[in-house]
C-alpha cells in the first residue's frame, strides 16, 4: 500500500506530520516522534513578541521598561519564560536537524509585515527544511479594513519569498469574509502550502474576580467539518499544497482531510493525548481504508471528495446548508 505523499517539496511516507507543539521543545520528545512514526515535524513557534523585545527592548512598538507601556507589555510573558530566546531556538532548530532524519519545519507566529520576519533567514540558515509561519492577528481597530489586513498577509508572503530558498507554509484563520480569494492572494504571492486552520484561543471570564483568563482545551474532531469544507472547496484551484491541523484526532478523520483534498495531516492534541505512538494507528487505519477500498496509492483517493468537478460551488453550500437545517427532526 503505498501512502506517500509529497508536501512543501519533501517526499513523505505517509500524511502524518507532528504540528507544532510543546513535543518541539526538548530533543528526546522530538526524537520520540520520529520514532513513533511521524513523517516530518512542525517545531513550536518563535513569537514576533519574543524577536522584537529582543531586538529592540520593544513589543508592539512600546518600550518594556516604560512604565506608561507595563500595563501593556506586562500582559505578555516575560522573555525568560519562553522556553528559547531566539538565537537559540536556531540553535535548537541546528541540533534537531542532527538529531533526527525526518524533515524538520521551523515555525514563526506574527501578524505584522515588519523587521522581526528577518528571523525567517535566521531559522533558514540553521537547517531547516521549510518554514511555517502562523498568522495569526486578531484585528480590534474598527478602522482598518478587511482589504488592508488581506493585502498585508500577501506583502509578508512577497518579501519572504524574496529573500528565502526554503519552501514556506502560511497557517491561516478562517475568519475572512472570502477565505478563497485570500487563499488566491496567497497562492499569487509565492505561498508554497496553506495550513487550515489556527485555532481561535478565546479567553473565558473568571466570575470571581471578574477578569479574563486564558483557556487552552485540546481539539476534538467536533471542529474537523469546517476545515474539511475549506479543503474540498479549495482542492485543485489553488497551486499550494494544502495541510490540515485541528481536529484530526482518529484515523477517519484523517482519511476524511485527504479525500477533501490534504496534502499532509498535521496532529497536535491527538499526540498530546495519546503519544507519539498514536501515527501509528493513524497510518495503519489509513491502510486498511485504501485496502478496503482497493487503492493502491494515496493520490487515488486525495480530493474524491472535493468540490473540483463540482459546476457551481456557491450553490452547491447554499444547497447543502439549507438541507441541513431541513433534515432536523424530533
Same mark, same amino acid.
Given at each position: 500500500?503505498?501512502?506517500?505523499?509529497?508536501?512543501?517539496?519533501?517526499?513523505?511516507?505517509?500524511?502524518?506530520?507532528?504540528? =507544532?507543539?510543546?513535543?518541539?521543545? +526538548? $530533543?528526546? *520528545?522530538?526524537?520520540?516522534?520520529?520514532?513513533?512514526?511521524?513523517?516530518? &515535524? &512542525?517545531?513550536?513557534?518563535?513569537?514576533?513578541?519574543?524577536?522584537?523585545?529582543?531586538?529592540?527592548?520593544?513589543?508592539?512598538?512600546?518600550?518594556?521598561?516604560?512604565?506608561?507601556?507595563?500595563?501593556? *507589555?506586562?500582559?505578555?510573558?516575560?522573555?525568560?519564560?519562553?522556553?528559547?530566546?531566539?538565537?537559540?531556538?536556531?540553535?535548537? &532548530?541546528?541540533?534537531?536537524?542532527?538529531?533526527?532524519?525526518?524533515?524538520?519545519?521551523?515555525?514563526?507566529?506574527?501578524?505584522?509585515?515588519?523587521?522581526?520576519?528577518?528571523?525567517?533567514?535566521?531559522? @533558514? +540558515?540553521?537547517? !531547516?527544511?521549510?518554514?511555517?509561519?502562523?498568522?495569526?492577528?486578531?484585528?480590534?481597530?474598527?478602522?482598518?479594513? !478587511?482589504? &488592508?489586513?488581506?493585502?498585508?498577509?500577501?506583502?509578508?508572503?512577497?518579501?519572504?519569498?524574496?529573500?528565502?530558498?526554503?519552501? %514556506?507554509?502560511?497557517? /491561516?484563520?478562517?475568519?475572512?469574509?472570502?477565505?478563497?480569494?485570500?487563499?488566491?492572494?496567497?497562492?499569487? =504571492?509565492?505561498?508554497?502550502?496553506?495550513?487550515?486552520?489556527?485555532?481561535?484561543? +478565546?479567553?473565558?471570564?473568571?466570575?470571581?474576580?471578574?477578569?479574563?483568563?486564558?483557556? $487552552?482545551?485540546?481539539?476534538?474532531?467536533?471542529?474537523?467539518? %469546517?476545515? %474539511?469544507?475549506?479543503?474540498?472547496?479549495?482542492?485543485?484551484?489553488?497551486?499550494?499544497?494544502?495541510?490540515?491541523?485541528?481536529?484530526?484526532? @482518529?484515523?477517519?478523520?484523517?482519511?476524511?482531510?485527504?479525500?477533501?483534498?490534504?496534502?499532509?495531516?498535521? %496532529?497536535?492534541?491527538?499526540? $498530546?493525548?495519546?503519544?507519539?505512538?498514536?501515527?501509528?494507528?493513524?497510518?495503519?487505519? $489509513?491502510?486498511?481504508?485504501?485496502?478496503?477500498?482497493? /487503492?493502491?496509492?494515496?493520490?487515488?483517493?486525495?480530493?474524491?471528495?472535493?468540490? +473540483?468537478?463540482?459546476?457551481?460551488?456557491?450553490?452547491? @453550500?447554499?444547497?447543502?446548508?439549507?438541507?441541513?437545517?431541513?433534515?432536523?427532526?424530533?
Amino acid at each position: 500500500m503505498d501512502t506517500r505523499t509529497s508536501y512543501l517539496g519533501l517526499s513523505l511516507p505517509h500524511p502524518f506530520i507532528a504540528g =507544532a507543539s510543546p513535543y518541539g521543545h +526538548q $530533543l528526546d *520528545t522530538i526524537r520520540r516522534l520520529e520514532d513513533g512514526g511521524c513523517a516530518a &515535524v &512542525v517545531l513550536h513557534s518563535l513569537f514576533e513578541e519574543q524577536i522584537t523585545a529582543t531586538w529592540t527592548g520593544r513589543i508592539r512598538h512600546m518600550e518594556t521598561d516604560a512604565p506608561e507601556f507595563a500595563e501593556v *507589555t506586562g500582559q505578555f510573558p516575560a522573555l525568560n519564560d519562553y522556553p528559547f530566546s531566539p538565537y537559540a531556538y536556531a540553535e535548537h &532548530v541546528r541540533r534537531v536537524k542532527a538529531a533526527v532524519a525526518i524533515p524538520v519545519i521551523g515555525s514563526l507566529n506574527g501578524g505584522a509585515a515588519e523587521s522581526w520576519l528577518r528571523f525567517a533567514q535566521v531559522i @533558514e +540558515q540553521a537547517g !531547516a527544511d521549510a518554514l511555517e509561519l502562523n498568522l495569526y492577528e486578531v484585528v480590534t481597530d474598527p478602522q482598518v479594513p !478587511a482589504t &488592508v489586513v488581506e493585502s498585508n498577509l500577501a506583502d509578508i508572503v512577497r518579501d519572504l519569498k524574496r529573500v528565502l530558498r526554503i519552501p %514556506l507554509a502560511i497557517k /491561516l484563520s478562517p475568519y475572512f469574509t472570502a477565505f478563497a480569494n485570500v487563499a488566491r492572494q496567497l497562492d499569487e =504571492a509565492g505561498a508554497d502550502a496553506l495550513v487550515l486552520f489556527n485555532r481561535f484561543y +478565546q479567553p473565558d471570564i473568571d466570575i470571581r474576580t471578574s477578569e479574563a483568563t486564558p483557556r $487552552l482545551e485540546l481539539s476534538s474532531n467536533a471542529e474537523l467539518l %469546517l476545515r %474539511l469544507r475549506w479543503l474540498a472547496i479549495l482542492y485543485g484551484r489553488v497551486r499550494p499544497a494544502l495541510a490540515v491541523t485541528g481536529g484530526v484526532a @482518529e484515523p477517519n478523520d484523517g482519511i476524511k482531510a485527504i479525500l477533501a483534498g490534504a496534502d499532509a495531516v498535521q %496532529l497536535v492534541s491527538a499526540l $498530546l493525548r495519546h503519544g507519539p505512538g498514536h501515527v501509528d494507528v493513524m497510518r495503519r487505519g $489509513l491502510e486498511r481504508w485504501m485496502e478496503w477500498n482497493h /487503492l493502491s496509492q494515496l493520490d487515488e483517493m486525495r480530493g474524491q471528495a472535493s468540490l +473540483q468537478h463540482t459546476k457551481d460551488r456557491s450553490a452547491f @453550500e447554499r444547497a447543502n446548508y439549507i438541507r441541513a437545517l431541513q433534515s432536523w427532526s424530533r
